[in-house]
């Protein structure tokens, strides 16, 4: 089965009328789904920023973002249509579109200042651990000045077999072939890490200089 069906037939059923975001997307409870954007709002300035949420679900950030009075010009993106409706119902003021950003770039050469997932990577798909730095090469490429991204941590006292946990040291292995500073974030849950990639100033030129090139 490929993966744009695997993670649709796990998600889509979960969308039920009146059940709590949390259960939809998967999450322990609110409190930790929120915590995770916590984490992406201390550790990076978004005012005034433009930011891709990558696996926006419910478009639960753009409401976080709201709620804090915070002024972010937001992109929330998610592989499954039906999220996207939900999302558009519950965010008529969102810009939220439906595409599978790995197979499919949808927006050509345009980059924005914070790219950010979420939870993108937890279901397990078959090939998570050979796919993640293909997937994260792109949303690299796709952030000006960072890279935001959480996975389920191995330390997880708690596994669950539908989903992948993640070994900090593996991931950091994997980001610091990118021309980026890194900062792994792991105090804020027991079973989760959050990572954030921050291109060189060296390296925003030289991909600037590429792209004119093109
Ligand atoms: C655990 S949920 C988290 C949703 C949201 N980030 C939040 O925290 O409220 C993961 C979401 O990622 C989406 N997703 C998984 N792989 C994706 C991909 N390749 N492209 C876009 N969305 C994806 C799923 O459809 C699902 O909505």
């Not at 789904?33 to 926006?56: I, P, T, Y």
Request: proline share 4%; hydrophobic share 40%; glycine share 8%.
């Amino acid at each position: 089965m490929s993966r744009e069906k695997i993670i649709k037939q796990h998600y889509e059923p979960r969308i039920l009328p009146g059940r709590p975001h949390f259960e939809i997307l998967d999450w322990a409870d609110a409190q930790s789904q929120r915590l995770r954007f916590e984490v992406l709002a201390a550790n990076v300035g978004l005012a005034g920023k433009s930011l891709l949420d990558v696996g926006c679900g419910l478009g639960d950030l753009y409401g976080f973002l709201l709620e804090r009075g915070l002024t972010v010009d937001y992109t929330g993106v998610d592989i499954s249509e039906k999220m996207i409706l939900h999302a558009r119902q519950a965010h008529p003021g969102g810009h939220f579109l439906a595409a599978d950003l790995f197979a499919k770039n949808p927006f050509g050469r345009k980059r924005f200042d914070v790219a950010f997932c979420s939870g993108t990577f937890n279901l397990n798909v078959g090939n998570n651990i050979s796919f993640l730095p293909t997937a994260l090469r792109q949303l690299f490429g796709l952030s000006r000045r960072a890279l935001v991204f959480n996975l389920l941590h191995r330390r997880a006292r708690r596994q669950h077999p539908h989903c992948v946990y993640y070994e900090p040291g593996e991931i950091l292995k994997i980001v610091k072939r990118f021309r980026c500073k890194v900062e792994v974030i792991d105090d804020y849950l027991h079973n989760d890490f959050t990572v954030v990639c921050r291109p060189l100033a060296s390296s925003r030129v030289s991909r600037a200089a590429k792209r004119k090139k093109t």
